[in-house]
């Protein structure tokens, strides 16, 4: 299914969503059913691609100035970038709790889950990053979605949401 809505009651307030993918299927044994929450991002990195066979490493300061180091790739290794993986990686953590409103909201309105994944699909470099199993636990999901709630209606001034425009914002 694509673009689901939901919404689910918490002990502060009812927390809407809306899922862009969801897949639900029968698990494997017949007990119970396998769900995946895929959420689509069309965050911009600077990091770019690679178009020879060498990769960027860090080296030391050298003089007050970052010196860089050239290595041959090997064999294997992805054709992206290291500023680009640290990108995508940092940027997949400011999306957990979204992340975990989603599967919670899966757990309570899909009868009989067995197990939930959820992945973040970033379009463009077209790279998936899956949340770990820690996060999507039920427990782990409340505490995160009712921290968050907390932290909202316990503000009472705008500079406590200080926005956070992307680059390609105006």
């Known amino acids: ?24 299927c029968p698990v494997a044994d017949g ?30 300061l050298k003089d007050g100035q970052l010196s860089l180091d050239f290595l041959e790739r090997e064999s294997g290794e992805s054709n992206r970038d290291l500023l680009m993986q640290a990108e995508v990686e940092t940027t997949a953590v400011d999306y957990h709790v979204q992340m975990q409103a989603y599967a919670l909201a899966a757990r ?36 995160a979605i009712d921290e968050a709630m907390l932290n909202i209606v316990s503000s009472s001034s705008p500079e406590d949401f200080p926005a956070h425009p992307a680059e390609h914002c105006r």
């Open 1 to 24: 299914m694509s673009e689901q809505r939901f919404r689910i009651r918490r002990p502060l307030g009812i927390l809407t969503g809306t899922i862009d993918k969801l897949i639900v």
């Open 31 to 60: 007990e119970g059913m396998s769900v995946e929450i895929i959420d689509f991002k069309t965050n911009r990195f600077r990091g770019r691609r690679l178009t020879d066979s060498k990769t960027l490493k860090a080296g030391a």
């Open 108 to 143: 309570e309105l899909i009868p009989g889950i067995a197990n939930v994944r959820v992945t973040l699909h970033f379009l463009d470099p077209d790279v998936e990053v899956s949340l770990p199993d820690v996060l999507l636990d039920p427990e782990a999901c409340e505490k």
